[in-house]
């Protein structure tokens, strides 16, 4: 009966560690690639609606937010950058336990809006990035 209970335990042991490193390396390959930053995102941006930790990543055409507490490789969430718009940005006041200054920015995808919370460099990155984009009006008008 011991013996049993030792194998159980050491393997749940074996199978928390293993967890714990898939998250790790998850968490660690998301944010060392080029274009990543920390960014939370609030659905609908109202206040009683929660704030989701994530990194978000962006690309040639698209950004992509990953949810930081998660084991899926997958994103949660991913806009087209010709369809992304940055409504307005807010300069958020200290806020306890964070060194780097915040913004808030309200967005709007295909007509629902939200708000992305990102450090000042990352708010500039952001907003050149969707500027740099295709113009979303035709270039011949028909």
Request: glycine share 12%.
């Given at each position: ?41 609030q659905r ?11 990194v978000a ?86």
């Amino acid at each position: 009966m011991r013996h049993e209970i030792l194998v159980v335990c050491g393997f749940l042991l074996l199978a928390g560690v293993s967890l714990l490193v898939v998250y790790a390396s998850r968490r660690r390959g998301l944010g060392h690639r080029v274009g990543s930053f920390a960014c939370r995102v609030q659905r609908g941006g109202e206040a009683r609606t929660a704030r989701t930790m994530g990194v978000a990543h962006y690309g040639v055409g698209r950004l992509t937010w990953y949810r930081g507490f998660s084991l899926s490789p997958r994103p949660v969430h991913t806009w087209n950058r010709s369809e992304l718009e940055i409504l307005r940005r807010k300069k958020l006041g200290p806020i306890p336990g964070t060194v780097v200054p915040l913004v808030r920015l309200r967005c709007r995808y295909r007509g629902h809006e939200f708000d992305l919370t990102v450090s000042r460099a990352a708010a500039a990155g952001l907003t050149s990035w969707t500027e740099a984009g295709p113009s979303r009006r035709p270039r011949y008008p028909v």
